[in-house]
């Protein structure tokens, strides 16, 4: 192993023996007791290197979700992973594997109706803890349900590199196809997906499988969904995201549109200042022209 990656890897074993999670207390006039679980996913630092590291944990301390919270809930469990490997290394030292991780949560819910959110690699562990935890309701943005591929999944959520530098830590999961237990629970997911992503395609294809799924397919051919759809879920409640699911009527939903739906003159606000994002998705919904690579994020 070069240096770099040596000094990459050092680093996140360190931070690796913090906890790795943050406890966020909120008011709010609500009878009933929520707890939110926020599953930070594989993009919380982009590529294996110390200064990327450096630059989202070290310095930014970062947790997807965090600026994004539930207003219906009290009590927000933000986690992240930064081993980027589905969480099977767990959080940290202690918590360090996927049993403990739900255990830990299942205490620290304890008397409150739960929620669980995450995006990809967050959302494959949205829908597993969620549904051992009979959560109210799973919200997954392209999550994956099976791992057994683990070239197609290490490509498709930023993890090649990191399972090059910590070793075969796929060989570690315990988790490795989720639909047994998403099936017994039938917890209700709300699944927002890539409709044209290569990537996708297969867990796409197992949702439509699974009677608790409701599946939004957005016109988006890369793996994720607009960070500002991502901004938008947090305001709906469940009787909202049923009532949205049962209106869909074309097999995939504009982003564009979506994205006033839910945040308003905003949406023009960030249109404005990511025009060249904007200029692409609005040609791939009216034209079918798509300009996005393969391995983009949104």
Known sequence: MDEKNQKFKEAVEQEYSKQNYKIIYTENNLEEKYAVIYFTGNGIYAFPTFECLEENILKKDRYEWEKRLFKKAQKHILLRDLHKAWYIKGINSEINDVDKVIEFLKKET?????????????????MLAGSVLEAEYVIAFVGQFILKDRRARLEAVRSKDNQRIFGDLMSLAKYKDITPIIKEKNIPIFYFTAALSKKDAQDIAIAKTLDNIYIFPFKSAVHGIHSFIRWGIPKLNKEELLNWHSTIKSKSISIVLTNFKLLGMYALVQMIKHPKRYLKQLLLELFNINLFKEDAYL
């Open 110 to 126: 304890e008397g409150y109706k739960v929620i669980t959110i995450g995006s990809s690699a967050g959302g494959y562990m949205a």
